[in-house]
């Protein structure tokens, strides 16, 4: 059972221009969204979060909006560059007492110069 | 990833010898969560570890698989007779203590586990 989905396997972007990065989950208990950054050979690093009490969270280049009654969130990347290019995960968590995060199966990021 | 260690980063074994994958939290964080990636997969939660207590054991497989973390040394996920199907990456992730949820955790690098 995927609670969170990432149905893109892959986007490719212009450099320059916006990526827009989606991801979908069944459960309505999750209450806290997390957006990772992942490189080859390296461990996921944080980029973005978003409580559910708030449907858009900004940081520099990088937006993330959430739409509860879609049960739908979005990464939003702009401008796009070149190191950029990475596999982007989703990731929730249901606020229980293990913050426990359930993740999606990734989105490879191709931004081109 | 800064901050958690795993070691070693690539672990070679033959069917049915034994995987011992370590991990060091950051600094200051006493909770451990270990996750594994399967080729083409998102990571799938495994267990989730305080010192000397496994607080959530839900994702680990009921055979061969087991986790600690000690009051002292590195928390550790081992595999017995381990199999081709054992072959992935295992990420350590780490969080401070904290109160309900909130909180991102922080990864390291993995190991990647080779079953021959």
């Known amino acids: 059972d995927q609670q969170v989905k990432q149905n893109s396997p892959s986007l490719s972007v212009q450099e320059g221009r916006i990526s827009i990065l989606n991801c979908d989950y069944t459960n309505s208990m999750f209450d806290y969204f997390l957006w990772y950054k992942k490189y080859p050979a390296e461990g996921p690093t944080f980029l973005i979060s978003i409580s559910s009490i708030k449907d858009k969270n900004e940081d520099g280049r990088f937006t993330v909006f959430l739409n509860k009654s879609a049960k739908h969130l979005s990464l939003h990347i702009v401008p796009s560059q070149p190191g950029d290019s990475a596999v982007y995960f989703c990731?929730?968590?249901?606020?229980?007492?293990?913050?426990?995060?359930?993740f999606g199966t990734g989105t490879l990021l191709a931004v081109q110069p | 990833n800064a901050g958690v260690m795993q070691n070693p980063r690539h672990l070679v074994r033959r069917r049915g010898q034994e995987a011992r994958l370590r991990c060091s939290p950051m600094k200051g964080h006493s909770h451990v969560y270990w996750y594994r990636q399967l080729p083409e997969e998102g990571l799938k939660f495994m267990v989730y570890?305080?010192?000397?207590?496994?607080?959530?054991e839900s994702g680990m497989p009921k055979e061969r698989f087991s986790a600690e973390f000690p009051k002292e040394g590195p928390s550790i996920l081992r595999i017995q007779q381990v199999v081709r199907g054992d072959s992935a990456a295992y990420f350590c992730?780490?969080?401070?203590?904290?109160?309900?949820?909130?909180?991102?955790?922080?990864f390291g690098n993995g190991t990647r586990l080779t079953v021959t």
């Open positions: 570890l305080q010192k000397e207590n496994i607080i959530d």
């Open positions: 992730a780490s969080s401070p203590q904290r109160e309900g949820s909130g909180s991102p955790l922080h």
């Open positions: 990731a929730a968590s249901d606020g229980g007492a293990t913050n426990k995060l359930i």
